[in-house]
């Protein structure tokens, strides 16, 4: 089962560092909507869960990102055998052979969950202050079988922050997801 979405974010690239009061925040409010200078980012943000299977194609769920300028995927349960070298290597690649017009900012794993983010050759300045984290929600909360990446970015001067997540599944679990999502 997989998801995909594209959002077309207006960036605003005059937002004031000082906001820290409801009068502060309503004046830089009015500031900006009256000389509002903004910035299109058009981004596509995919999450699938693979089934411990190699996918055959990747070409269909990858058929949306035609003109965008980041690309944020997320896969789970992504381990399954290749004939050399590992399945993280073997995905990646998979991938990134399909998106040859994007820049790699982040590949990165925690057990068999996988985080994708990439941004357009033409964009790549347009991208600071990357961060990325992980939290294992596993066993003991330290088994990453379940868990989520986060990978935080600025483009242009708007902060986006992306989480990919394997947690708990089904509707009895509900409790223990929110509690892990806290974590």
């Not at 207006?10 to 937002?15: F, K, R, S, T, V």
């Not at 896969?75 to 004939?83: A, M, P, T």
């Not at 003991?140 to 986006?160: C, E, P, Q, W, Y």
């Not at 989480?163 to 509900?174: F, P, R």
């Amino acid at each position: 089962q997989c998801f995909n979405f594209v959002v077309v974010v207006a960036l605003d690239a005059n937002i004031p560092e000082n906001e820290r009061t409801k009068e502060g925040k309503e004046e830089n409010r009015q500031r900006r909507m009256s000389g509002l200078q903004l910035s299109k980012a058009k981004v596509f943000i995919g999450t699938w869960n693979v089934g411990d299977t190699a996918p055959a194609d990747m070409t269909p769920f990858l058929n949306h990102i035609e003109g965008t300028d980041l690309v944020v995927l997320s896969f789970q349960e992504c381990n399954y055998d290749v004939k050399s070298g590992s399945c993280e290597k073997d995905f990646f690649a998979r991938v990134t052979g399909i998106l040859t017009d994007y820049d790699v900012l982040v590949a990165t794993s925690m057990w068999t969950i996988r985080m994708l983010v990439l941004v357009k050759k033409s964009e790549a300045n347009r991208v600071t202050n990357l961060k990325v984290c992980n939290e294992a929600t596993g066993i003991g909360h330290v088994v990453a079988n379940k868990g989520g990446i986060a990978v935080g970015l600025r483009f242009d001067s708007t902060l986006m922050c992306f989480v990919g997540s394997h947690l708990a599944a089904h509707l009895e679990k509900v409790e223990s997801r929110n509690a892990d999502v806290k974590e």
